[in-house]
C-alpha cells in the first residue's frame, strides 16, 4: 500500500490497513491535513456520511429539512436527509437529530440494523 495517508496512523498502527482502506474506497478524507484522529470519538453526523459513501446512495436534497437542527447548508445535510428518506434514521421526537452529539454503541447497532447489517462485530 506504500506510506500512510495519515501522520497519526502510521505503517505500525493496529488499524492501519482499515484506516487506509476507508481513505482508499473515499469513505474518509480524516480530521485534518494528513490526520485522521483515531482517537477522537465520531458524531452521529459523521457516522451516517461513513455509512451513506458506502452504499453509494443517490443523495436525496429536499428543500425543506425534516431536521430542525440541520440546516440545508450543513455539509451533512443531504447524507443525512438520505438516510431518513431510506428508512435508516428517525431522529428525536423533537424533530431534532443531534448531529453533532457522538454516536452511543446503542445508536449505531440501531442504525446498523435498519441499515441491513445483521450481525456486527467490528469491535
Known sequence: MGGSH????????GDYEYV?????SGLTAGCGTRKFCPADKITRAQFI???????SYALQNPVTSYFKDVPSTSPYYKFIETAYAN????GYPDGTFKPDQGV??????AVLSNFGVSEFTGF
Open 104 to 109: 452511543t454503541f446503542a445508536e449505531s447497532d
Open 87 to 90: 428508512g435508516i434514521i428517525a
Open 49 to 55: 456520511v461513513f455509512l451513506m459513501k458506502d452504499k
Open 6 to 13: 495519515f501522520d497519526d496512523v502510521p505503517l505500525s498502527h
Open 20 to 24: 487506509e482502506t476507508l481513505y482508499t
